[in-house]
């Protein structure tokens, strides 16, 4: 496919790179790249921009209003601003996006092309075949992108990247300039960069730029130098080539790496496809199975290795104090209040002026100090090492984590080993890690080995990892809480084991980190009204210096005094001290939040806080209580009718033991230092059982061999439970053995487990979760006739319901559980009966929500649970008031009859609907099931039924 074609580039102007005809539709903006590129800030640093800063100067001066419309940049047409793009490929052609369609996820966009071999005339070519090919068939003649566009998927973000080389004419002019000015047209310069980079540098080709200059969809602008190393290794070790048709004897060489590292990410120019390129998404070719993930590096592919990626560190490059004071005194904002304290000095007025400097020095100060601290705090949670035994040449050798490149397997069950010092996957073992780091989740989470199924799902282009793999990808940062060796293995020296797939700054938490960095720029209103009131202020002030500069030499007053007096009455409208005001009452603010342990590094946030008006919560642990406590089980009798609740084992009957078991096997609980760990649920729930656990090897619905030592549970032995099940212990010994369990999924809404008993043949499936999930996987005949109305009242007073079912299968093999698919084990079950649990308000909540509303913020409430539980729990709290009615939408199928609909009669003005359609949402009151409200028109209506 050819490229589109651009002027060549003795026909550009400099000023102007791409001809006009391109950009004729594009939207203007005065910050705008390529025909306005802008510098940036200060090049010499390549780490956070100021937005990150803890300066209200710095950053009060760089907020924009964000555009309500798509991205926009006039070194591109409107319709080529493309911002869902399936990976983190460049794209700058309209034939680019045309081909996205045919693109796999995990595909690079320039497998869609057939490659184009470019390189400059004067140069070696930087592609190149193997030694014994030729190269000049893969030479390209036509014309050469000096920029490009890029939709950093992960990020959220559209940026462009503009290649410049820097004129020595401009250069001279440059440094002329600012040193015969005295350093006016260096501040013009700093203030207004598009002009330096019109002045300093020339458009030239991404293959040969000095230095490119990249701006993002919100017009921030940053430079970055182009690093250029010798590399000499295949295509494929930087791209992940196209898996369906690559050849490893059909792979080019690079003889030359040139990158650039935007914002802690690397970009790498791909020069068949004449583009830099992200790396976060490469994977190896031999990443086949999950057995050929196993075999490790050589030295030298480690060395190539992090070549391309770096070393695997979050390090956050930091700004010197001098750099810090430069960002700070050379705003405008105070070069404006330095040309006021040397007016008023003129004036004589000292004291004034000697207390607006004081206070500035004061505020500079405490800015640097505090971002300074603010920064190294930030940098001390994000650096993390650590000594790992990595899988070398075949040897087995311990080195430190910062040497880990992707594709090294490490030993991961090393008891040394408290942090997980990268992305990677596991591929031998089991472990238990904490992810709240990054989920906010505090339950610990099960990690599994890889299997080749869900091997398919690896895609880290993608922002996020699919559910498939989540439960054998290990996150970098989270906390091992548990790692073991493969249960089951007679070999004393097998180790857990898994391979590395990302690091650095490249990894899950590498993101966290850069979103804290490069926080996205809000569009509060404040800081737009804020310039608005000083530009108006401005205006003002210019109209009253031309206005008092005429009445002065009317008057025929002296050049010194109409000079000062005219330049005095702008200082008056526009106050000098407004960036030190704002800043100390920002330090003020930062102070007091962090005599409560709250951290804030963008201040500016301190302003938009204020300014909140809607407040989210989640349920669990945060209105109520982190933990739940059993109330009890309403279990069904074989006559099919719930019996009184039982709160104690004592009262278990025989027959009843399948509700028992249930509870007793179906969880994700593990066993770290003789504690249970797991989802505060399941911990409630096993503890009340009164049954004791013994964890085995993994059981997960992959696992498929017979030398996997399942987890059991066993029942009490002590005298003090004189229950059922023990009385009957002579005949066996009461043993139940996990074979395979179906893990929770949020969709599904529930958990099973295949269990068998000791000396059984058979097996049975326990499933326990949301009643409406369970309900509609068993058989209707099983089912109470108050199933719905036994539930609502649980709900209505808040409590939490979990529903249990169950099936036995005679005669089911080892071979053939592990075989079996969820949807086969999770059908035709016979319900078992109900779990009540109680979840009690933290202490505190009804009084937090109450001084909310009191400031007029309005409370929402976020959570999974049943709606009508959800809606207790607001009334407890105060969320809602006990006297409002509450509407739950219900989705109803099939005509009403006329019979149970008598009339509608209107609580509400209006009329009652002509007629009800087959199939409607139906908002109906949580209290008062007659009490509904009109489809169309949401009012509300009372209905009459027959049996009323």
Not at 318 to 330: G, H, N, P, V
Not at 844 to 861: F, Q, S
Request: hydrophobic share 40%.
């Amino acid at each position: 496919m050819e490229r589109d074609v651009q002027p060549p580039l003795e026909a550009r102007s400099p000023m102007f790179p791409i001809g006009t005809d391109r950009r004729r539709n594009s939207i203007r903006s005065s910050y705008s790249v390529v025909s306005d590129v802008e510098m940036a800030r200060n090049e010499i640093y390549d780490g956070p921009i100021s937005e990150s800063i803890p300066s209200s100067i710095v950053s009060f001066s760089h907020r924009r209003n964000r555009k309500d419309s798509t991205t926009s940049f006039t070194y591109f047409q409107e319709d080529q601003d493309h911002p869902d793009w399936p990976n983190e490929a460049a794209i700058d052609a309209e034939s680019d996006v045309d081909n996205l369609s045919d693109i796999e996820p995990n595909e690079s966009i320039r497998s869609s092309k057939r490659p184009s071999f470019s390189r400059d005339s004067v140069q070696d070519p930087l592609l190149r075949r193997s030694l014994s090919a030729s190269s000049h068939d893969y030479c390209h003649r036509g014309d050469q992108r000096v920029s490009q566009k890029v939709h950093i998927v992960s990020e959220d973000l559209t940026i462009v990247i503009a290649g410049f080389s820097t004129s020595p004419t401009g250069l001279l002019l440059y440094y002329l300039s600012c040193l015969l000015s005295l350093g006016v047209f260096y501040l013009l310069f700093r203030w207004f960069p598009k002009y330096r980079v019109r002045l300093m540098g020339m458009p030239t080709p991404l293959q040969s730029c000095q230095w490119v200059v990249i701006e993002d969809q919100w017009n921030q602008l940053d430079i970055h130098t182009v690093h250029t190393e010798v590399y000499g290794r295949p295509l494929s070790t930087v791209f992940s080539p196209n898996y369906e048709f690559y050849d490893e004897d059909n792979d080019p060489t690079i003889s030359q790496l040139r990158y650039i590292d935007y914002r802690y990410l690397r970009l790498i120019y791909h020069p068949a496809d004449d583009k830099f390129c992200l790396i976060g998404g490469w994977k190896d070719p031999s990443w086949k199975n999950a057995k050929g993930m196993r075999a490790g590096l050589d030295a030298d592919d480690r060395d190539s290795r992090e070549q391309v990626f770096g070393k695997n560190l979050i390090d956050i490059q930091q700004k010197t104090a001098i750099q810090l004071l430069m960002d700070e005194a050379f705003h405008p904002f105070y070069i404006f209040q330095l040309a006021s304290l040397v007016l008023w000095s003129l004036d004589q007025y000292y004291y004034y002026a000697v207390c607006i400097f004081l206070i500035s020095v004061i505020s500079i100060s405490a800015t640097i100090i505090e971002t300074k601290a603010t920064m190294n705090r930030l940098r001390d949670i994000s650096l993390f090492e650590c000594d790992i035994r990595v899988l070398r040449n075949g040897f087995w050798r311990s080195v430190p984590s910062r040497e880990l490149v992707p594709g090294d397997v490490y030993e991961f069950s090393d008891p040394s080993l408290n942090h997980v010092p990268c992305d990677c996957i596991l591929l031998s073992g089991d472990c238990i890690v904490n992810e709240s780091m990054l989920t906010g989740e505090s339950v610990p989470v099960s990690k599994v080995p890889l299997t080749d199924d869900a091997l398919k799902y690896l895609n880290l282009s993608a922002p996020s990892i699919h559910p498939a793999l989540a439960r054998h990808f290990l996150f970098s940062g989270t906390k091992v809480i548990r790692a073991r060796r493969p249960q089951g293995v007679d070999d004393d020296e097998a180790i857990a084991l898994a391979v590395v797939v990302r690091t650095g700054f490249l990894t899950t938490k590498g993101a966290l980190v850069r979103s804290m960095l490069f926080p996205k720029p809000s569009g509060f209103s404040f800081y737009r009204d804020s310039f608005r009131y000083i530009s108006v202020m401005a205006i003002i002030a210019i109209l009253g210096f031309v206005a008092s500069f005429i009445n002065f030499i009317r008057l025929g007053l002296s050049w010194h005094l109409i000079i000062v007096r005219a330049l005095d009455l702008i200082t008056i409208v526009v106050p000098p001290a407004l960036p030190a005001t704002l800043s100390i009452g920002t330090n003020f603010a930062l102070s007091r939040l962090k005599a409560h342990k709250i951290y804030c590094i963008s201040p500016q946030r301190v302003n938009v806080g204020g300014k909140l008006d809607v407040i989210c919560f989640d349920k669990t642990g945060t209105l109520t209580e982190d933990g739940l406590d059993v109330l009890g089980v309403r279990i069904v009798d074989h006559n099919r009718r719930f019996i009184c609740m039982h709160t104690t084992l004592h009262t278990f009957a025989y027959q009843y033991n399948n509700t028992l078991y249930t509870m007793a096997t179906c969880h994700s609980l593990r066993v770290v230092d003789g504690e249970l760990l797991g989802d505060p649920l399941d911990v409630k729930m096993f503890q009340f059982t009164g049954w004791s656990f013994e964890e085995g090897g993994s059981h997960t619905e992959e696992a498929d061999s017979e030398t996997i030592l399942p987890s059991i549970a066993r029942p009490p032995l002590s005298e003090n439970h004189p229950s059922a099940y023990q009385r009957h212990k002579i005949e066996a010994p009461l043993e139940l053995g996990i074979l395979r369990t179906f893990e929770f999924v949020s969709h599904l809404r529930r958990a099973s487990v295949i269990v068998r008993q000791y000396g059984d043949t058979g097996a049975s499936t326990f499933v326990k979760g949301a009643p409406e999930s369970v309900k509609a996987i068993c058989l209707p005949s099983s089912l109470p006739h108050d199933f719905d109305e036994l539930l609502s009242n649980y709900t209505h007073k808040g409590y939490r319901v979990i529903a249990c079912a169950a099936k036995y299968e005679p005669k089911l093999s080892w071979m053939r559980v592990q075989k079996m698919a969820r949807a086969d084990a999770e059908c035709d079950l016979e319900f078992l009966g109900f779990i009540i649990f109680e979840n009690k308000l933290k202490p505190n909540t009804a009084e937090t929500v109450a001084e909310l509303n009191k400031a007029g913020i309005r409370n929402i409430m976020c959570t999974g649970d049943n709606i009508l539980t959800a809606v207790s729990v607001a009334r407890e709290c105060g969320l809602i008031s006990g006297d409002e009615q509450c509407f739950v939408p219900r989705f109803v199928q099939g005509q009403l009859s006329s019979k149970g609909v008598v009339a509608f009669v209107n609580l509400a003005p209006g009329h009652p609907p002509d007629n009800v359609s087959d199939d409607c949402l139906c908002w109906e009151s949580v209290d008062n099931p007659a009490l509904k409200l009109s489809p169309s028109t949401l009012m509300v209506w009372y209905l009459h039924l027959p049996w009323n």
